[in-house]
């Protein structure tokens, strides 16, 4: 019953969820931060500035691969101690010589006690360079990445998924379909964010509409709703779906984010499915005219895997010929009747071809 | 699963309208002459009787009317919450959903017809001639034609407009429909044909009222985007004017949709066919107010329009409107939806009985 009750108000808060414009306009400017005259601006917003940690700054990755400037004023301090988080462990960045080291090799991250999946380096800005670009070193191959989504109130028993995707040796990264939080609470994101720190992977996040009650309390935590990146060769592109449709902006970044991908091995992964596979349910978009122009123009630049959440289900189809997944088993009140509990998805992505299988939390 | 829905949603929607024609048949009204309203309940009624439908006439005296629709209400609501449950108990099942909304569409549109049924029969004086309120319905009219205009603006995209054009004709057994439109910066247009016979007559007093079987095929161009669609839209249609039940209520009408949307979309760029199958359907309460003015609510439940649902999965949209009499056979009706995006129609239309 409290079950029942619990759904059928969370039915009524989904017409709450906020207007996706802001959202998708603050975008626009996150990944770009102002410390002691030093600028940083990273390529496609993918650093976003968190709380300091022992007097340094802090940037949060939303890719494991990305690129980083750093622009200096002319009184700005030459030599800082740079930290990453939600970045793999062993990660390399490359820059020019002087900058990471005396040569333009590679240069791994130092791990940070106290910081889960943080790791540190020391950047100088050599005399008369007043701007220096880091980027992770991209190689193309396979890997395996690991996707689940829609935690909501079920983080008292996410245990059992971190255990599954601990347990996965070739995984090198988790992409979640939004649905962290139930309502949106600063108390859920800190729960959320502690649970994350028990996960060995880094995190590739994308909202769900019920981390959107309050508007920008995921953009707060994780960084940009919409983005794309290059991993191992592919193109990610998350979408901010979550009040079920995309704003004008948001159109506008995903048309480019298809454009550069064009030519490379492309995963979309969103939260509110575009449309169902069955369709009588309507746990879709709110126009079918809209999810059909979302599916005709990722179908055109050749998009290979698309990844939802929002259903608590599983369900394996194809949109205009692209591989279609609905997941939405990560802990989140269950469908019934569907043949499938707990469950996340296991990725594995050969010659930029990703092939899904799924790995049930729940026997 | 698809050949199992149509029956299902058949048998919830024949359920009411045959106890109706039943006691039609029979003779049967729940008319009770009663004394007029007290003036000093006047303003308390509206809302008590779209909160409780059926208070009304009780405060008007009439204990047995108001009594049964009282527990009608009830049942209608506990019909609506037991489709709502249904789906949350189960998750929002795929099976659960095909069976809660035409529940909750029964359920909800039922109740607030006769919400709307007894504020307006509250304050009516007495037994009023079915063909008088419902001369120009767009229901009872033999013939339609006109132009529809529509502006919706929406927050964070460039707001739409379109115009449509369509017409019909209805006769006491048969109907027949066009339309044709286009939004700009949607849809580049789309044309719809539609028949519909009537299965069952509720009265030979209100011939146009009945259990109807509709059927239409849309197709839409949306090149500018990549696509277009085909939608074969079959549904069942109730159309009741409540006068058949209570004459007192005459100026209300109910009609209540049911039915499936099988659509086939063509993706150009990889020149694939996606299938869709979602449920339609909805009602509409229409009640005339003055003798030149009508106003109607309403909820659709499909989201394949310029309007999209008003919010995430499960539901469609709401609508209200007026419609105001003008001479020469001439009906100017605007009407708000509240879906995604918000978006304000208005029509000129002709319409013959």
């Known amino acids: 019953m409290r079950r029942a009750w619990v759904m059928l108000l969370l039915s009524a808060a989904c017409s709450s969820v906020t207007d996706p414009e802001p959202r998708a306009q603050l975008d626009l400017v996150l990944g770009k931060a102002t410390r002691d005259g030093l600028t940083f601006r990273s390529e496609g917003g993918l650093l976003h500035a968190v709380a300091d940690f022992e007097g340094a700054p802090v940037f949060r990755a939303s890719c494991p691969e990305f690129e980083l400037t750093i622009e200096a004023a002319a009184d700005a301090r030459r030599a800082i101690r740079l930290i990453l988080r939600n970045v793999p462990p062993g990660l390399r960045l490359s820059s020019s010589a002087g900058v990471l080291g005396p040569t333009d090799a590679p240069v791994a991250g130092v791990p940070v006690d106290g910081l889960h999946l943080g790791l540190s380096w020391q950047v100088t800005l050599p005399a008369g360079v007043d701007s220096v670009t880091l980027r992770t070193v991209e190689t193309t191959r396979d890997f395996t990445f690991i996707a689940f989504g829609d935690i909501q109130r079920g983080l008292p028993r996410f245990g ?16 979640v379909m939004g649905d962290l939080t139930n309502v949106s609470t600063e108390a859920e994101f800190d729960a959320v964010e502690r649970a994350f720190e028990t996960v060995r992977l880094p995190m590739v996040l994308t909202p769900g509409n019920h981390d959107a009650y309050r508007s920008f309390a995921f953009q707060q935590r994780f960084g940009r709703a919409n983005y794309t990146c290059t991993a191992r060769g592919v193109r990610f592109t998350s979408l901010d779906s979550s009040n079920a449709g995309l704003s004008e902006t948001g159109w506008r970044l995903y048309d480019e984010a298809l454009e550069a991908g064009r030519e490379q091995p492309h995963v979309v992964f969103s939260h509110i499915p575009a449309t169902e596979s069955f369709g009588v349910r309507s746990g879709q978009w709110n126009s079918r005219v809209e999810a059909r122009r979302f599916v005709a123009s990722t179908a055109a630049a050749g998009v290979d895997l698309l990844l939802f959440g929002h259903l608590h289900t599983l369900d394996r189809y194809e949109l205009a010929g692209i591989p279609t997944v609905i997941s939405g088993g990560a802990g989140a009140i ?29 026997p | ?107 909800l549109g039922g109740f607030i017809t006769l919400g709307l049924a007894d504020a307006v029969g509250t304050y009516s004086g007495g037994s009023e001639p079915i063909p008088s309120e419902t001369a120009w319905d767009a229901w009872n009219a033999t013939w339609r034609g006109g132009v529809t205009a529509l502006v919706a603006p929406r927050a964070g995209q460039p707001g739409s407009a379109g115009v449509t054009a369509f017409g019909s004709f209805r006769s006491s057994r048969f109907l027949a429909s066009v339309e044709a439109g286009n939004v700009a910066g949607t849809l580049d247009g789309w044309v719809v044909g539609g028949g519909g016979v009537k299965l069952l007559g509720y009265s030979a007093e209100a011939p146009r009222a009945g259990l109807w079987l509709e059927t239409s095929l849309r197709h839409e161009w949306a090149g500018r985007v990549g696509f277009d669609a085909t939608r074969w839209r079959t549904q069942v249609v109730s159309v009741l004017p409540m006068g058949l039940l209570v004459p007192r209520m005459g100026r209300v009408t109910s009609v209540l949709r049911l039915g499936l949307d099988p659509t086939w979309v063509r993706y150009r760029e990889r020149a694939a066919t996606g299938f869709e199958l979602p449920l339609s359907g909805g009602f509409e309460v229409r009640t005339g107010l003055t003798d030149w003015l009508r106003g109607h609510v309403g909820y659709e439940h499909s989201r394949d329009g310029l309007v999209g649902g008003s919010s995430i999965g499960f539901l469609g949209s709401f609508h209200a409107g007026l419609e105001v009499a003008l001479p020469g056979d001439l009906v100017w009706d605007v009407r708000v939806v509240t879906g995604t995006p918000l978006a304000f129609f208005t029509s000129i239309e002709w319409r013959r009985r």
């Open chain 1, 334 to 362: 269950e469908e019934r009747l569907d043949g499938i509990d707990r469950h996340v998805l296991e990725v594995r992505v050969s010659s930029g071809v990703p092939q899904v299988d799924v790995v049930r939390v729940d």
């Open chain 1, 160 to 175: 059992d998924v971190v255990d599954v995707i601990n347990a996965r040796p070739d995984a090198e990264f988790v992409v």
């Open chain 2, 1 to 107: 699963m698809p050949g199992v829905l149509p029956r299902v949603v058949g048998l919830l929607v024949l359920s009411l309208p045959l106890a109706v024609r039943a006691q039609a048949d029979a003779g049967v009204s729940l008319e009770v002459e009663s004394a007029p309203l007290a003036p000093g309940f006047a303003p308390l009624t509206v809302p008590l009787s779209l909160l409780a439908p059926g208070s009304g006439q009780l405060l008007r005296g009439d204990r047995s009317l108001g009594g049964a629709m009282l527990g009608t209400s009830a049942g209608l609501l506990g019909l609506a919450f037991g489709g709502a449950f249904f789906m949350a108990g189960t998750g929002a099942s795929d099976v659960s959903t095909a069976i809660g909304p035409p529940l909750g569409i029964i359920g």
